[in-house]
Structures are given as structure tokens and as C-alpha cells.
């Protein structure tokens, strides 16, 4: 597997990467084997040498119990009901742009996705809590443990996240769909987040 992209502009990421694990109160060498890294890879997100592509963020954001958007250090929202679309504002990671399509400190992180054809369609993912997606565009490839499902816009599907998935863009336009997740509270959850096996991340 490729390194993943960097970010353009993420100046706060590595800090709050720091300041989040502490508060969940995990050493390096657990939180980096929680997320299925090493912790001189961890260690290099939380000194800014490496930037974290959009899985990274999403298993850390799970461990630490917390949301992406608090990982990039943005400002909390008011919990209000409705996010507008003009509040809405897109990040790339890792080949993925994502936008926030929910109020932060919730139970469950909301996000629009793009996938590109292509784009880190060869990580697994194994995780606690639930997942569900639904294609706003394009054609998707969901690999859930041996079985792959192909769908289409309108299509959706809503899984077990400790199922072994995969998620890919079948056509050279990509995918576009929502995306909602459980977020976990407990800093003792595991999660297993890399490349097939006998790849090096």
C-alpha cells in the first residue's frame, strides 16, 4: 500500500492527535495497536512528520471517542438539529473528500463521501459498532466478509462494522454516498484498520 496523501492544510491535527489520546488516557503503544499501526507511525502522526489519511482519522476518531472533526481541531457547533450546506465544508484524505453532514458530539458521525476509482480499495476494515451507507452516485463495491454486493444510487446497505468490509468505486467517475457511523465511548474498544494481509502499510 502506498503512503496515503497528505493533507494541504492540517495544522492542528497533529497536536489534537496528542491531546486526544492522552485524554482517553492510552500510552502510544496501545492506541497505535488499537488502530492497527505502529507506534513510531503513530508517533510520527502526533509530530506532524506523516499525515493521516481519512481511515486513520476515522479509526482514531472511533478509539479516542471522539469525531474527525474534533481530530482536525475544528470548532465544536452548537448541537444544533439542522447543518447547513453553506457550513459545510469538504476535506480531502488519502484520495477520499469528505464533508461533515452532521452536528459534532453526537453518538453517531454523519459524513458525504467521494471515493475515487482506485482509492484505498484494498483496506479492511474491522471495527465495533454499526455502519451505514447509502450511494447518492455512481456504482459501489462492498466487500462484506466472502461476500461482494454491487450497488447503485438509491441502493443502501447498513452492516455489523466487526464484519471485515471494504469499499470501493467500481466505475472510473467514482462514488459518491452518505456514510454514518457509531462513534465508540470507550477507550479499551479495538479496532483493526490496514491493508490486506501480506501487505506493509
Do not use: N
Not at 179 to 184: K, P, Q, R, S, Y
Amino acid at each position: 500500500m502506498t503512503s496515503p496523501e497528505a493533507f494541504t492544510e492540517l495544522p492542528s491535527v497533529a497536536p489534537q492527535l496528542r491531546a486526544l489520546r492522552r485524554r482517553a488516557s492510552l500510552t502510544l503503544e496501545a492506541a497505535a495497536g488499537a488502530a492497527g499501526l505502529s507506534p513510531a507511525h503513530l508517533s510520527r502522526l502526533e509530530t506532524g512528520q506523516r499525515q493521516p489519511s481519512l481511515p486513520m482519522l476515522l479509526a482514531l476518531a472511533r478509539i479516542y471517542g471522539t469525531t474527525v472533526s474534533e481530530l482536525l481541531g475544528e470548532t465544536a457547533a452548537d448541537r444544533d438539529a439542522v447543518v447547513r450546506a453553506a457550513d459545510m465544508e469538504a476535506t480531502e484524505a488519502g484520495g477520499w473528500t469528505y464533508v461533515q453532514a452532521g452536528a459534532s458530539g453526537r453518538g453517531m458521525q454523519a459524513l458525504r463521501v467521494q471515493v475515487p476509482q482506485g482509492s484505498q480499495g484494498d483496506i479492511v476494515r474491522v471495527h465495533p459498532g454499526e455502519e451505514w451507507l447509502y450511494v447518492l452516485k455512481g456504482r459501489l463495491r462492498l466487500r462484506l466478509g466472502d461476500a461482494t454486493h454491487r450497488l447503485g444510487p438509491g441502493d443502501s446497505a447498513h452492516f455489523d462494522s466487526l464484519t471485515p468490509h471494504r469499499i470501493a468505486a467500481q466505475d472510473p467517475d467514482g462514488v459518491e454516498l452518505l456514510f454514518v457511523h457509531t462513534l465508540l465511548q470507550s477507550p479499551t474498544a479495538t479496532l483493526c484498520l490496514g491493508p490486506t494481509p501480506g501487505e506493509t502499510p
